[in-house]
């Protein structure tokens, strides 16, 4: 089969067109990750603990078993748990910072977010990257 240089070209730039766009996706998981990390240290870890493992005054959220869909933990999160003592967060993180800490906290029940900061838990002690495909909607229950 003889290939022409217009179709060669084309597919080569289909292929880096493709390792682009995962790099993109990645790009934009990790820095999702990482502002969720930071929301987390503002508003979660005095209840949920350091690293989202859990206190003596509010759950694990990294136990696999307990893990929630995005659109349950945005729900929970702005309308809090008066019954077990989390308050209503809608007053003070909008639906993006909220989706930013599911990222982070679905980074660490999913297992592939080891526990620290997200830019010094990588390679060499420099920033983590997501695992191939995984991103926190894709792997809702």
Known sequence: MMWSRGLV????????????ADA??????YKSVYAGWKWWHVYCFRCHGQDAVGSTLGPSLIDPNAKMALAAFLKKVKNGNPDK???????????????QLYDYVRARA??????????????NGGPWSPPD?????????
């Not at 993109?24 to 998981?29: G, K, N, P, R």
């Open 9 to 20: 070209i084309l597919a080569v730039s289909a292929l880096f067109g493709m390792v682009a």
């Open 24 to 29: 993109q996706d990645a790009s934009e998981t």
């Open 85 to 99: 003592g989390m308050q209503a967060w809608d007053k003070l993180l909008d639906d993006k910072q909220i989706t």
């Open 110 to 123: 999913d297992k592939v977010l080891p526990p620290g900061r997200p830019d010094e838990v990588g390679p």
């Open 133 to 141: 495909g995984w991103s926190p909607t894709k792997t809702e229950k």
